[in-house]
């Protein structure tokens, strides 16, 4: 028992402070690595600048589209844009249109004998 009471009397003053600097270093490393730490939020903010990136390019793509749409409006018809999208659907050319065909892929090059 003697030696309980002797280790007991020398680690009590020693117990407060290390577990006082476990709950610092816990509380750090989660602050820095964490779910919501330092790093968390800088690959959110990566993100987050990818998202608004994207949310650019569709809001102008729908725009675009938005414009496109208007002109086939069935009360006040674009000519033009009617006589494009009938041609398109319907993969016809006026007899005085210059067509230009593109070869889908580049044919392979002949074996080297």
Not at 10 to 26: D, E, H, Q, T
Not at 59 to 76: N, S, W, Y
Request: net charge positive.
């Amino acid at each position: 028992m003697s030696m309980f009471r002797f280790l007991r009397r020398k680690l009590r003053p020693v117990i407060g402070p290390v577990v006082g600097v476990c709950l610092i270093a816990y509380f750090t490393y989660h602050a820095i690595q964490g779910d919501h730490g330092i790093f968390a939020r800088d690959a959110l903010q990566g993100e987050v600048a990818q998202a608004k990136s994207t949310l650019e390019s569709l809001t102008t793509q729908r725009t675009e589209m938005e414009k496109r749409a208007a002109l086939i409006d069935p009360k006040q018809v674009d000519t033009d844009m009617l006589d494009e999208r009938a041609r398109a659907m319907l993969n016809v050319a006026r007899p005085d249109d210059v067509v230009i065909f593109f070869p889908k892929s580049a044919p392979a090059p002949a074996p080297a004998q």
